[in-house]
């Protein structure tokens, strides 16, 4: 009985967490340079500042009833909210597809590419984090 009851529990956790990365397929397009890094006590998490070189929207910063957007768009600053890779550094490009919930990462010291999925932030400390240190509004 125990473990049906888990199975059902994680089916509806899965199921919402689907439904909450929908939000993500919203065409909002970029790409830019890291220009600063605020690294958090939590796993790595942190705030990714960019130079941006391209997108397709000058604003973003929609907030939903639940969680937070891993990015924001001011001009042509943005913020990537997620993990912090290891030997990342200023200058490193990043390249973000909100409708495939894809940012690529690439280090230009040795030109490695890495790419990892976008998603909705939950965590409560990641988005006082990011209530705490990010600079656009």
Not at 16 to 22: G, H, T
């Amino acid at each position: 009985m125990c473990v049906f009851v888990i199975r059902c529990f994680d089916k509806n956790i899965k199921e919402d967490l689907e439904k909450l990365n929908l939000q993500l397929e919203n065409d909002v397009i970029f790409e830019g340079y890291v220009i600063d890094l605020k690294e958090s006590n939590n796993h790595s998490f942190g705030i990714i500042t960019l130079k941006l070189i391209k997108q397709n929207v000058d604003y973003y910063n929609k907030n939903l009833d639940r969680g937070a957007f891993p990015y924001k768009i001011r001009g042509e600053i943005a913020e990537l909210y997620t993990a912090i890779p290891d030997g990342i550094e200023k200058g490193d490009y990043y390249s973000v597809d909100s409708n495939n919930k894809i940012y690529i990462y690439k280090q230009e010291l040795n030109n490695k590419e890495y790419k990892s999925k976008l998603y909705i932030i939950l965590n409560g400390s990641d988005m006082k984090f990011i209530e705490k240190y990010s600079v656009i509004k």
